[in-house]
């Protein structure tokens, strides 16, 4: 469902990400692991069409995002990690409206949607209250909402779960399991492996923009003999430093 | 689909109105500021010059004269017997202090000069009022003494005066002081009030969408960029508007009910000047509006934005001030190529009912070139990924 095909993104000197490819088909998740500066949110800012690739491209759902980057945005889902930005003077219902709205739905289907998510995520008893005063969980639900109220095919979560306490990432993880559930094909970015190993059923690791590992979670710890994932990760890391 | 910018003009709309700082900015403020500063100022200048001139106190220093009986039989002039009046008149005690020579009388007498001395402190509003007084009656005075003099010669006072000069305006109808510090004041208010009336909306809505984190899944929507930036600046736009309509009325409200110079000055206005005035007032916010978003965009935070801001607010009201005293029965049709200047003068023109189809044709084509280029500028902004990306 994705597929992204040598993605390249250079920024004047630094070359961010370097030739990148990998898949992701329909309910898996595939987790894109990297330090800090790898490459991670560049990659997925490409993948949703915010920035132009260097070179490469990326498919989603058999749509090639420098051809047609309207419908790849239709079948998109973002929700990226650090604050949570939402319009504080507008209710939590009127943000989620704003986004339906802007994502080409009918208002019966946006006003459906919302209804829906409201009773999935628990928010009715806040849906018509201003965002501004709202908890950091709260606020991470309505973002939920947010993200998906169109529908789409496609989640890209980047280090959705940064900031959040035990709570608040267990409704984001439970988010993400439940879009598996339901066939979309998710990426989710993390420098944490522990974090990965609980959810994704692949791993990218990308170090200094360029792939480094690309395979399925169980392989990588058959590979080596289940030694603490976290570690080989580092030493996957680690072994290009030289 | 087509209409997503509409989507967007009404949600920024709803969002700025619901923020108590951009109301209060460039709504309320604006409306309240000229009659309270104009009301607390009269009021306060009338007060204490009425005390003032109600009861004059100042101390007269020297003997007995032909003055000191004038003086004392004007009804508000309080004499205060001191000794120290130097003193007394730094304290305050007494408003100013008359010293009049010891031979007064008898120099008059003898059709020679006689001085009064006037001792006032530069530094008191109250000594200062009191000087105006006293010097009228000294005045009044000094007439009396001169009238009396000629006839004493037997020649008339009018020999004084051998011009009477008598102003008449061209054409009556129109004797319209009120037009004439209109032309000087509308012009530099409109440009002054569509500079500052769109920029806390400017601000929130590029700047602030990137501080709040809502620009990136904004992104992602089916909204391109250029809808997004239209409905953004229709929305500034229409806070613009709104600013300089409540800072006009708030004007309005300030001279007509606080101060009386508007009152006896004959204005009369067409309401085809109006209405162009009001077109070129909306033109005006369009271009402010456009180019305070493209900045705003720019910027990495509402403090950056406001930064970048001011120098545009300074160059404005440099231009602004520059045309104030521009006179438009002397401005040759090439001056209307200048900006900021031929918005100025043509609404200068407007208000005393001039309407020089080539003159309005210049400045609304310019005006539009303005409005194309700061709506491209802003998309330029908006569509290069180091400004939208900037961390
Ligand atoms: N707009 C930009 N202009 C210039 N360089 C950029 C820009 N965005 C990212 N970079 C650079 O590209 C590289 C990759 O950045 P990116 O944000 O994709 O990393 P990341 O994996 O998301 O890191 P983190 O874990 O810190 O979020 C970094 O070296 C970064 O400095
Ligand atoms: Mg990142």
């Given at each position: 469902m994705i597929e992204v095909i040598g993605l390249t993104k250079k920024f004047k000197e630094v070359t961010a990400v370097d030739n990148v490819s990998f898949k992701v088909d329909a309910g898996e998740i595939v987790g894109l692991l990297g330090e800090n500066g790898a490459g991670k949110t560049t990659t997925l800012r490409m993948i949703s069409t915010m920035l132009k690739p260097t070179s490469g491209t990326a498919k989603v759902c058999g749509l090639d995002l420098l051809k047609e980057p309207d419908k790849v945005r239709k079948k998109?889902?973002?929700?990226?990690?650090?604050?949570?930005?939402?319009?504080?003077?507008?209710?939590?219902?009127?943000?989620?409206?704003?986004?339906?709205d802007l994502g080409g739905l009918s208002s019966e289907e946006a006003n459906k949607n919302i209804e829906l998510l409201a009773e999935m995520l628990d928010m009715k008893e806040y849906i018509d209250r201003r965002v501004g005063k709202f908890s950091r969980g709260m606020k991470q639900k309505v973002a939920i909402a947010r993200a998906i109220v169109h529908n789409p095919d496609v989640m890209l979560f980047d280090e959705p779960t940064i900031g959040l306490d035990v709570s608040s990432s267990a409704i984001v993880q439970d988010f993400i399991l439940d879009c598996k559930k339901k066939g979309r094909a998710i990426i989710f970015s993390s420098h944490s492996m522990r974090e990965v190993e609980k959810l994704c059923d692949r791993v990218v690791i990308i170090h200094k923009g360029r792939l480094v590992y690309d395979g399925r979670v169980e392989d990588l710890r058959r590979e080596y003999n289940g030694e603490d994932l976290e570690k080989v990760f580092l030493r996957l890391v680690g072994d290009k430093n030289e | 689909m087509s209409n997503l910018?509409?989507?967007?003009?009404?949600?920024?709309?709803k969002d700025l109105f619901r923020d108590r700082k951009t109301v209060i900015m460039s709504v309320v403020l604006p409306l309240v500021l000229f009659p309270l500063l104009f009301g607390l100022i009269g009021k306060g200048v009338k007060s204490t010059t009425e005390k003032v001139t109600k009861e004059v106190k100042i101390a007269y220093v020297g003997g007995e004269s032909s003055f000191k009986k004038f003086l004392s039989n004007v009804p508000n002039?309080?004499?205060?017997?001191?000794?120290?009046?130097q003193e007394e008149v730094r304290k305050g005690s007494v408003y100013l202090a008359v010293v009049v020579e010891e031979d007064f009388d008898k120099k008059l007498a003898q059709d020679k000069m006689s001085d009064i001395k006037i001792i006032y402190d530069s530094e008191s509003t109250n000594s200062q009022t009191a000087l105006d007084v006293v010097e009228d009656i000294i005045n009044k005075y000094k007439?009396?003494?001169?009238?009396?003099?000629?006839?004493?010669?037997?020649?008339?006072?009018?020999?004084?005066?051998?011009?009477?000069?008598?102003?008449?305006?061209?054409?009556?109808?129109?004797?319209?002081?009120?037009?004439?510090?209109?032309?000087?004041?509308l012009p530099l208010y409109l440009i002054i009030y569509a500079i500052t009336g769109p920029m806390a909306a400017a601000v929130d809505l590029g700047a602030g969408e990137k501080e709040r984190g809502t620009?990136?899944?904004?992104?992602?929507?089916?909204?391109?960029?250029m809808q997004l930036l239209f409905g953004k600046l229709l929305a500034i736009s229409v806070m613009g508007i709104i600013g300089t309509t409540s800072s006009l009325t708030g004007l309005y409200i300030a001279f007509k009910y606080s101060m009386d110079f508007m009152g006896d000055v004959g204005l009369n206005i067409s309401i085809g000047s109006l209405i162009l005035i009001g077109i070129t007032a909306i033109i005006l916010n369009m271009i402010f509006a456009a180019v305070e978003l493209a900045i705003s965009i720019y910027a990495r935070s509402f403090k950056e934005a406001q930064t970048y801001l001011s120098p545009v607010t300074i160059i404005g009201m440099i231009v602004a001030y520059g045309t104030y005293m521009m006179d438009v029965k002397s401005a040759s049709?090439?001056?209307f190529n200048i900006p900021l200047a031929n918005v100025s003068l043509i609404i200068k023109e407007f208000i005393i009912g001039i309407y020089n189809p080539v003159h309005i044709a210049i400045t609304f084509a310019w005006a539009l070139v303005y409005i194309i280029a700061a709506i491209l500028f802003a998309r330029y902004m908006f569509s290069k990924e180091e400004v939208v990306f900037r961390t």
């Amino acid at each position: 469902m994705i597929e992204v095909i040598g993605l390249t993104k250079k920024f004047k000197e630094v070359t961010a990400v370097d030739n990148v490819s990998f898949k992701v088909d329909a309910g898996e998740i595939v987790g894109l692991l990297g330090e800090n500066g790898a490459g991670k949110t560049t990659t997925l800012r490409m993948i949703s069409t915010m920035l132009k690739p260097t070179s490469g491209t990326a498919k989603v759902c058999g749509l090639d995002l420098l051809k047609e980057p309207d419908k790849v945005r239709k079948k998109i889902g973002i929700l990226f990690g650090g604050e949570v930005g939402l319009y504080d003077r507008l209710t939590a219902r009127e943000n989620i409206k704003y986004f339906a709205d802007l994502g080409g739905l009918s208002s019966e289907e946006a006003n459906k949607n919302i209804e829906l998510l409201a009773e999935m995520l628990d928010m009715k008893e806040y849906i018509d209250r201003r965002v501004g005063k709202f908890s950091r969980g709260m606020k991470q639900k309505v973002a939920i909402a947010r993200a998906i109220v169109h529908n789409p095919d496609v989640m890209l979560f980047d280090e959705p779960t940064i900031g959040l306490d035990v709570s608040s990432s267990a409704i984001v993880q439970d988010f993400i399991l439940d879009c598996k559930k339901k066939g979309r094909a998710i990426i989710f970015s993390s420098h944490s492996m522990r974090e990965v190993e609980k959810l994704c059923d692949r791993v990218v690791i990308i170090h200094k923009g360029r792939l480094v590992y690309d395979g399925r979670v169980e392989d990588l710890r058959r590979e080596y003999n289940g030694e603490d994932l976290e570690k080989v990760f580092l030493r996957l890391v680690g072994d290009k430093n030289e | 689909m087509s209409n997503l910018w509409g989507i967007v003009f009404k949600k920024e709309l709803k969002d700025l109105f619901r923020d108590r700082k951009t109301v209060i900015m460039s709504v309320v403020l604006p409306l309240v500021l000229f009659p309270l500063l104009f009301g607390l100022i009269g009021k306060g200048v009338k007060s204490t010059t009425e005390k003032v001139t109600k009861e004059v106190k100042i101390a007269y220093v020297g003997g007995e004269s032909s003055f000191k009986k004038f003086l004392s039989n004007v009804p508000n002039i309080k004499l205060i017997e001191t000794k120290d009046y130097q003193e007394e008149v730094r304290k305050g005690s007494v408003y100013l202090a008359v010293v009049v020579e010891e031979d007064f009388d008898k120099k008059l007498a003898q059709d020679k000069m006689s001085d009064i001395k006037i001792i006032y402190d530069s530094e008191s509003t109250n000594s200062q009022t009191a000087l105006d007084v006293v010097e009228d009656i000294i005045n009044k005075y000094k007439d009396e003494i001169v009238k009396r003099r000629l006839e004493a010669r037997g020649i008339d006072v009018s020999i004084l005066n051998p011009i009477d000069i008598k102003n008449e305006p061209i054409d009556k109808e129109k004797a319209n002081q009120g037009a004439l510090i209109l032309t000087m004041l509308l012009p530099l208010y409109l440009i002054i009030y569509a500079i500052t009336g769109p920029m806390a909306a400017a601000v929130d809505l590029g700047a602030g969408e990137k501080e709040r984190g809502t620009l990136e899944p904004l992104l992602t929507t089916q909204a391109s960029r250029m809808q997004l930036l239209f409905g953004k600046l229709l929305a500034i736009s229409v806070m613009g508007i709104i600013g300089t309509t409540s800072s006009l009325t708030g004007l309005y409200i300030a001279f007509k009910y606080s101060m009386d110079f508007m009152g006896d000055v004959g204005l009369n206005i067409s309401i085809g000047s109006l209405i162009l005035i009001g077109i070129t007032a909306i033109i005006l916010n369009m271009i402010f509006a456009a180019v305070e978003l493209a900045i705003s965009i720019y910027a990495r935070s509402f403090k950056e934005a406001q930064t970048y801001l001011s120098p545009v607010t300074i160059i404005g009201m440099i231009v602004a001030y520059g045309t104030y005293m521009m006179d438009v029965k002397s401005a040759s049709t090439i001056m209307f190529n200048i900006p900021l200047a031929n918005v100025s003068l043509i609404i200068k023109e407007f208000i005393i009912g001039i309407y020089n189809p080539v003159h309005i044709a210049i400045t609304f084509a310019w005006a539009l070139v303005y409005i194309i280029a700061a709506i491209l500028f802003a998309r330029y902004m908006f569509s290069k990924e180091e400004v939208v990306f900037r961390t």
